[in-house]
């Protein structure tokens, strides 16, 4: 089955960096493409709130406005990989990440995130950002 496996995360001190990754891992003789990935971020008891998100064809990254500058999106296409780097990190980035990927549907507007856009999820991680 499809899968979406995040790594990376932990907490950092204010203005500390974090790299996130997301890996796709397809079964052998299953042909799914991966049109394009999205990074989101709950913090509890608030709804989850779009951070990013990157074509696959194109490598075109969007960002939502409050993170640019801060937050990269890029991508190994070659080993199904997905990374969002955060940098200059504030305690208010402190959430859960997740990451999703429209994998065979279109994909949804990367410039104004829904979760009901993507199809396949990560399991969520940690990152918690001390003052």
């Known amino acids: 089955q499809v899968q979406l496996v995040q790594a990376g995360g932990g907490s950092v001190q204010d203005g500390g960096s974090l790299r996130l990754s997301c890996s796709v891992t397809?079964?052998?003789?299953?042909?799914?493409?991966?049109?394009?990935l999205a990074w989101f971020r709950q913090v509890a008891g608030a709804q989850r709130e779009g951070v990013g998100g990157?074509?696959?064809?194109?490598?075109?990254?969007y960002y939502a406005d409050s993170l640019k500058g801060r937050f990269t999106i890029s991508q190994d296409n070659a080993e199904k990989t997905w990374y969002l780097e955060m940098n200059r990190l504030k305690p208010e980035d402190t959430a859960v990440y997740y990451c999703?990927?429209?994998?065979?549907?279109?994909?949804?507007?990367?410039?104004?995130?829904?979760?009901?856009?993507?199809?396949?999820w990560g399991q969520g991680t940690q990152v918690t950002v001390s003052s």
């Open positions: 990157i074509k696959g064809d194109s490598g075109t990254a």
């Open positions: 999703a990927a429209a994998i065979n549907i279109p994909c949804p507007r990367l410039d104004r995130l829904y979760e009901a856009g993507f199809n396949y």
């Open positions: 397809i079964p052998p003789g299953i042909t799914l493409g991966v049109n394009c």
